[in-house]
């Protein structure tokens, strides 16, 4: 499901496959790269006991793996990265399990288990919607030693329980409550919207109080159920008006010592406003995501068949792959990016953003205020409103200047 709404250009076509520049692929993307990670994000289930607004989830309950199938992708994962390691390369792995709610897969606890088993070979977290989690599953998930467990809230009460369902913000602070009584590293994740992200502060001093250890946020993506939100997406001014407020949570959070919520801006061009070390797309390369029926993706929020691992071993898809290895291409970028002074360390911002509104993950991210429009195409227009970005003045490079000669 992918629908525009009435008066909306339409969505693009999502299922077709990429395009393939076969010389490109040879000169430039080598066959055997090897990434210092490997981050598996384990989708187990489509199930979910919520039905959010936003979720990537596109609720169609496909099959999901028993325990076996489970175990034997696991087998999988650990033998791709002994391989990498016997041939002398320093691999960390880790394992994101998710779902769907993953509390709701019957074999759930016997997974996180043999991952708990595996502590020498990778690390592991888990991705829940929290209301799930009472004390004594709070208190087994601790023995398990989790890196984290992470939850959502996407904004203030109100707003919250209307993408996710009435009275639900209130069982996920009870959730957390048990989860940091239990000493376990908690993080809440903020999807930001039109209708939510100028709540971003009040949030964040909401679960600080709670003990909170880390908050991020990053931009709605339509796709799954989410494919025809186009209308709350973000537009340019809109997300730096939004890393403008995360920044000011951080310097906040920075400036108290008995703050002890980090407020993490290390997603997709937030290093523009917030500065350190910039994202960039490890879709494909260092990340891979498997669908509860084996299926594999570069990314969750970027859904495009790479394979089905009970068909194709792991190391074949990942070292194979057409689509994988052009994402991990370096050198490919859109022409919006091409004059970008960041192109080397940012790479096109939210690769999943383009893709989910263009069809095409390497055009740049419709929501970079540094975007220059291509030669002849309309720029992308979020909610039916122009992203105001237009030529010249805040193009990358004139943003540049303008901003040396302000200094
Ligand atoms: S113009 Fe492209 S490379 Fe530059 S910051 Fe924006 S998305 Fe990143
Ligand atoms: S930019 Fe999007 S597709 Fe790439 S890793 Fe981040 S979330 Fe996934």
Request: charged share 20%; glycine share 8%.
């Amino acid at each position: 499901m992918n629908a525009s709404q009435p008066g909306e250009p339409p969505l693009p076509n999502l299922n077709r496959p990429l395009a393939l520049d076969r010389d490109r692929l040879s000169a430039t993307t080598p066959k055997n790269c090897i990434p210092g990670n490997l981050l598996f994000q384990w989708h187990i289930t489509e199930r979910c006991n919520l039905r959010c607004a936003h979720c990537y989830q596109d609720q169609s309950l496909g099959s999901e793996l028993p325990r076996d199938g489970l175990l034997a992708i696991h087998e999988q994962y650990l033998r791709l990265l002994e391989q990498w390691r016997k041939a002398g390369n320093r691999v960390r792995g880790h394992v994101t399990v998710t779902g769907g709610e993953p509390f709701t897969h019957r074999d759930f606890e016997v997974l996180l288990e043999c991952l708990a088993n595996h502590h020498q070979a990778h690390t592991f977290g888990i991705l829940t919607n929290g209301v799930l989690i009472d004390p004594p599953r709070a208190r087994w998930l601790r023995k398990l030693r989790p890196a984290f467990v992470q939850v959502s809230l996407d904004g203030l009460p109100e707003t919250h329980d209307r993408l996710r369902g009435a009275g639900n913000f209130h069982e996920v602070l009870k959730g957390i409550s048990h989860l940091r009584k239990a000493g376990i590293y908690t993080v809440v994740s903020f999807t930001a919207q039109r209708g939510n992200f100028r709540e971003f502060p009040q949030l964040v001093e909401i679960v600080r109080r709670y003990r909170v250890n880390r908050i991020w946020a990053d931009r709605l993506i339509p796709a799954g159920n989410a494919a025809s939100l186009r209308d709350p997406m973000l537009d340019a001014e809109e997300t730096r008006e939004f890393f403008n407020l995360m920044l000011q949570a951080r310097e906040k959070a920075a400036s108290h010592w008995w703050f002890r919520t980090e407020v993490s801006m290390h997603r997709a061009l937030q290093f523009l406003v917030g500065g350190g070390h910039p994202y960039h797309c490890t879709a494909g390369y260092s990340l891979l995501t498997v669908m509860p029926n084996g299926d594999v993706y570069p990314c969750r929020r970027m859904p495009i068949l790479v394979g089905n691992l009970l068909q194709t071993p792991l190391p074949e898809l990942y070292h194979d792959s057409p689509v994988l290895r052009q994402l991990r291409d370096k050198t490919r970028l859109g022409e919006n990016c091409r004059h970008c002074l960041h192109r080397a360390a940012c790479r096109g911002g939210l690769k999943c953003l383009a893709y989910a509104t263009t069809g095409d993950p390497f055009q740049g991210d419709p929501g970079c205020w540094l975007l220059q429009p291509r030669a002849g195409a309309d720029r992308f227009q979020a909610g039916g409103r122009a992203a105001s970005i237009s030529n010249g003045t805040n193009c990358c490079s004139a943003s540049l200047v303008s901003k040396k000669e302000a200094d």
